[in-house]
């Protein structure tokens, strides 16, 4: 019964996580990202396209990470307003790919989201 969705408990979201990547440049550095949503998890086609037209060259699960990044990025003050981070995690997999691994790496390490997939499925199946 549809009914029931509304008792279920929401879940609390986990606290941000910062990614030191003091090592990839010349000074203290850190990036901040939220756990992801279910919109940044499952970004639509639009904005996929857009992202291979930036990078036509990236593999599709490579701009699907390039998305969810950017997505669950923290902006902060000193970032300024004309911001882009989805533009700018895709460059930076372009300019340095140890780093932009090295974030993908912290990021899903504290918001895992492989078997995400299996996970529905088994959700499916209880």
């Given at each position: ?59 599709d ?38 780093c ?27």
């Open positions: 019964m549809i009914k029931a969705i509304s008792k279920v408990k929401k879940v609390a979201l986990r606290p941000s996580v910062k990614v030191d990547i003091s090592a990839f440049t010349d000074g203290p550095c850190v990036l901040e990202f939220n756990e992801p949503t279910a919109a940044a998890l499952f970004p639509d086609n639009e904005l996929i396209k857009q992202i291979k037209i930036k990078f036509p060259k990236y593999p699960a490579m701009l699907y990470q390039v998305a969810l990044l950017g997505k669950c990025y923290v902006i902060q003050p000193e970032d300024g307003d004309s911001l882009n981070p989805i533009q700018e995690f895709g460059q930076l997999a372009k300019d340095n790919k140890e932009f691994y090295y974030v993908l790496a912290e990021f899903l390490n504290a918001f895992p989201t492989n078997n995400l997939e299996e996970r529905i499925v088994e959700a499916k199946n209880d």
